[in-house]
């Protein structure tokens, strides 16, 4: 609310340059009417570009981009990146779409990822000219599993975590990353344990289910004749009884039969090979973590993660937050994690400079230009 005094409270919090993500400011992404959702962003940006004016050496703020169409994407970016000269933004990780063929008012969720109605192509693509990371602030609150109708902490409680994992997942395995390399991808305050366990299920998946060895699933390849043995020899007699049946069951077993077209579902991720993963996730997409989150220090632990990974933590201070009753108390929270040895100073640099750093220098080389941080900047680059 008050962009200044957060700026002259920097030094003592132990910030040397913030990137500001709003707070009530995401509920205009989720307005329903498109018209209004349009211009709440629009007016979001607009007083953005003028509060934050001539705080440009501590402090980037960060547009609201709404995500219901490619359309609506693009023409956002193109006013708060092309005309406001923002440089960082927060795009909305999902959209509401009406459920064909229900009720009025049945919704589902898409995350622009394989299934969605629209190619979002060319809202990377206006990312990738602009020069900006798309970075996604979305609650899953109100989707299964978080719809209690008085817990505050039980719709609370990974949250943000789930709304990105289920936008990471639909950009990876539609090859967003792969078509895209010149782009970093973040997903705010939903730490980086979620992505811990992704990575892992999508190598794990990768691995059994390529174009290759998804074919070992194939009912055709049923050695039938040694099944009814093995049924007559070893079934109990209720099953032995049955094994007239077994046509049936197989049947049963490849219908409906798969579609040769979508048989590959890693065809669009640019996956080749096991090291494609690593480049492709752990080098594209960066994850915020509070100063709390004592799991952020498995993220860069090589041992724990398939093919050697060391994902890409970022701090996030949260300040504002019920979760930050004293903001001084953030860095040295944060540095607890080396104390209790959970990072050690390397990862800790990365977690609090240089994975931030790249996330927006690798895009926008000239991000931190002006800054009080530029000459770090250079340094670490």
């Known amino acids: 609310m008050l962009p200044r005094l957060l700026r002259a409270r920097l030094d003592e919090i132990g910030v040397d340059h913030a990137?500001?993500?709003?707070?009530?400011?995401?509920?205009?992404?989720?307005?329903?009417?498109?018209?209004?959702?349009?211009?709440?962003?629009?007016?979001?940006?607009?007083?953005?570009?003028?509060?934050?004016?001539d705080l440009g050496d501590r402090m980037t703020p960060a547009a609201l981009v709404p995500m219901d169409t490619p359309a609506e994407a693009i023409a956002e970016l193109d006013h708060a990146v092309g005309e406001l000269g923002l440089k960082a933004v927060v795009l909305s990780g999902h959209a509401w779409r009406a459920l064909p063929d229900a009720p009025p008012g049945a919704r589902w969720v898409d995350t622009f990822g394989p299934g969605s109605p629209y190619d979002y192509d060319p809202v990377w693509e206006r990312?990738?000219?602009?020069?900006?990371?798309?970075?996604?602030?979305?609650?899953?609150?109100?989707?299964?599993?978080?719809?209690?109708?008085?817990?505050?902490?039980?719709?609370?409680i990974g949250g943000f975590a789930a709304a990105g994992e289920a936008t990471c997942r639909a950009l990876f395995?539609?090859?967003?990353?792969?078509?895209?390399?010149?782009?970093?991808?973040?997903?705010?305050?939903?730490?980086v344990a979620w992505a811990c366990g992704l990575y892992a299920g999508i190598v794990g998946h990768?691995?059994?289910?390529?174009?290759?060895?998804?074919?070992?699933?194939?009912?055709?390849r049923l050695d039938r004749a040694l099944l009814a043995s093995l049924l007559a020899r070893h079934g109990s007699a209720a099953v032995a009884a049955r094994a007239d049946r077994?046509?049936?069951?197989?049947?049963?077993?490849?219908?409906?039969?798969?579609?040769?077209?979508?048989?590959?579902?890693?065809a669009a991720s640019g996956v080749e090979r096991a090291e494609d993963l690593v480049r492709l996730?752990?080098?594209?997409?960066?994850?915020?973590?509070?100063?709390?989150?004592?799991?952020?220090?498995?993220?860069?632990d090589r041992r724990r993660h398939p093919l050697g990974a060391r994902?890409?933590?970022v701090l996030g201070t949260d300040v504002g937050h019920w979760d930050v009753p004293d903001v001084t108390g953030v860095l040295p929270e944060a540095w607890e994690l080396v104390e209790d040895g959970l990072l050690d100073p390397d990862g800790f640099r990365d977690f609090v400079f240089g994975n931030a750093v790249a996330l927006w220098a690798d895009v926008n080389p000239d991000f931190f230009a002006g800054t009080v941080i530029e000459g770090a900047v250079g340094k670490r680059r």
């Open 206 to 220: 990768w691995e059994k289910r390529n174009r290759n060895d998804v074919r070992r699933y194939d009912p055709a």
């Open 311 to 313: 994902l890409r933590p």
């Open 127 to 156: 990312c990738r000219q602009l020069r900006v990371a798309p970075t996604f602030h979305s609650s899953s609150m109100s989707w299964h599993g978080r719809a209690s109708l008085r817990s505050y902490v039980a719709n609370h």
């Open 173 to 191: 395995l539609n090859g967003v990353p792969h078509r895209f390399p010149e782009l970093r991808f973040a997903f705010l305050e939903g730490g």
């Open 19 to 53: 990137v500001c993500y709003p707070t009530y400011g995401l509920f205009a992404l989720g307005v329903r009417e498109a018209e209004a959702r349009q211009a709440a962003c629009r007016a979001f940006n607009r007083h953005l570009a003028a509060e934050f004016r």
């Open 246 to 266: 077994l046509d049936e069951a197989v049947s049963c077993l490849s219908e409906p039969d798969e579609d040769p077209d979508t048989l590959d579902e890693f």
């Open 281 to 300: 996730f752990a080098d594209r997409f960066y994850f915020g973590c509070e100063a709390d989150d004592r799991l952020a220090g498995v993220a860069v």
